[in-house]
């Protein structure tokens, strides 16, 4: 089979396209180039293109042809502004789930098929399944750590008939392991960062870079009204965010809420973070057409371990039932629903919780 591989020049994705030529399938990279269609006044001056020039050097060690796809234009539109935007608002959001079905998958998956291929390989800790109703669905990787599957939920059913993950039924050990074994560089490399366009993870200067807007100070109430100092701008909190107050208090204070429209953050105790449902929207189906009565396993969080939930589905909207108060659910950030399987239902976008 001949398979495209979506190479960042990281040791998954050249791990990922070692073994598929172990498998004896026919290897192409693909590596998006996400910067020179930035508008010039907007340039990213955050992103390398030293990804380009790695996967490149890879596929020449290994002998297989490599192409480069500017994505950068849809990029800024469709991930950096929303993005920003979403910030500006309040909230939380994740780049990465927007991402992948609008731009990386999306793109990646077209340009193989020009290309002649007849799949896409990604180096995602993941792995993908079917019904017997052939419906496709994402599984929790391997490695509980590693897991991936988070970022995914978005995708649609065309695309994961031409996705695979020859990652998911790995620990991120034993990539390391094959990485050594054919001595690459990249064996012992660091873990790729959360937002790959911030590479500091200093967001609020990102956002002030692509926008030309710095948020302007304003106060911190607590949930009475009264006023306990300055916040520098609402886009440098998020909700259960307790360092960087800067007020003092007889307990520690957290970000229990953003309040755009006042320009305030909203600080309290802890247990003023505890929450009983919140509501999900933009909903993707995926092993799962309704998800009504369900009871699930829920992330909001990609790093969160899942808990259980009820859902209720209403129209374009699911409400989440806790089983257990939960704690830091932001507005902006991904649902996703899982089977004690670790099986993927669906997911949507954290629109309220109370």
């Known amino acids: 089979m001949k398979v495209a591989v979506a190479m960042s020049g990281g040791i998954d994705s050249t791990v990922t396209a070692l073994l598929l030529m172990e498998q004896g399938h026919d290897v192409t990279g693909i590596t998006a180039n996400m910067k020179t269609g930035i508008p010039r006044d907007k340039e990213n001056p955050f992103v390398s293109e030293q990804h380009i020039e790695?996967?490149?050097?890879?596929?020449?060690?290994?002998?297989?042809?490599?192409h480069v796809l500017?994505?950068?234009?849809?990029?800024?539109?469709?991930?950096?502004?929303?993005?920003?935007?979403?910030y500006l608002k309040g909230?939380?959001?994740?780049?990465?789930?927007?991402?992948?079905?609008?731009?990386?998958?999306?793109?990646?998956?077209?340009?193989?098929?020009?290309?002649?291929?007849?799949?896409?390989?990604?180096?995602?800790?993941?792995?993908?399944?079917?019904?017997?109703?052939?419906?496709?669905?994402?599984?929790?990787?391997?490695?509980p750590v590693k897991d991936q599957s988070y970022f995914l939920y978005r995708l649609s059913q065309d695309f994961l008939s031409k996705s695979i993950f020859p990652l998911g039924d790995f620990l991120k050990t034993e990539i390391r392991e094959i990485a050594r074994k054919y001595k690459l560089p990249v064996a012992e490399g660091p873990e790729s960062q959360e937002i790959c366009f911030i590479p500091d993870e200093d967001y609020a200067r990102f956002i002030t870079t692509m926008t030309g807007q710095t948020p302007p100070p304003g106060n911190i109430i607590n949930t009475e009204g009264t006023v306990l100092g300055k916040h520098k701008g609402i886009h440098r909190y998020t909700?259960?965010?307790r360092r960087g107050l800067g007020v003092s208090a007889d307990a520690p204070l957290y970000?229990?809420?953003?309040?755009?429209?006042?320009?305030?953050?909203?600080?309290?105790?802890?247990?003023?973070?505890?929450?009983?449902?919140?509501?999900v929207i933009n909903i993707n189906h995926m092993k799962e057409l309704s998800l009504d009565g369900l009871q699930v396993?829920?992330?909001?969080?990609?790093?969160?371990?899942?808990?259980?939930?009820?859902?209720k589905e209403?129209?374009?909207?699911?409400?989440?039932?806790?089983?257990n108060q939960q704690q830091g659910?932001?507005?902006?950030?991904?649902?996703?629903?899982?089977?004690?399987?670790?099986?993927?239902?669906?997911?949507?976008?954290?629109?309220?919780?109370?």
């Open 54 to 66: 790695d996967a490149r050097a890879i596929a020449e060690k290994f002998s297989f042809p490599h």
């Open 70 to 86: 500017d994505i950068s234009e849809d990029f800024y539109h469709q991930v950096i502004s929303p993005f920003c935007s979403e």
């Open 91 to 143: 909230r939380t959001p994740n780049p990465c789930i927007n991402c992948n079905p609008s731009i990386k998958f999306k793109s990646l998956i077209e340009h193989a098929l020009h290309l002649g291929c007849d799949m896409l390989a990604t180096g995602h800790y993941a792995g993908i399944s079917k019904t017997d109703e052939n419906r496709y669905f994402i599984t929790r990787g391997k490695d």
């Open 239 to 241: 909700i259960g965010q």
């Open 255 to 279: 970000v229990i809420r953003i309040d755009a429209d006042s320009n305030s953050i909203i600080a309290g105790y802890k247990e003023e973070l505890n929450v009983n449902y919140c509501t």
């Open 297 to 311: 396993l829920i992330k909001t969080r990609s790093t969160q371990s899942p808990v259980p939930a009820k859902l």
């Open 314 to 323: 209403t129209g374009d909207e699911v409400k989440v039932i806790f089983d």
């Open 329 to 354: 659910i932001s507005p902006g950030q991904a649902a996703v629903f899982y089977t004690k399987e670790g099986h993927l239902l669906g997911g949507g976008t954290i629109d309220k919780s109370g």
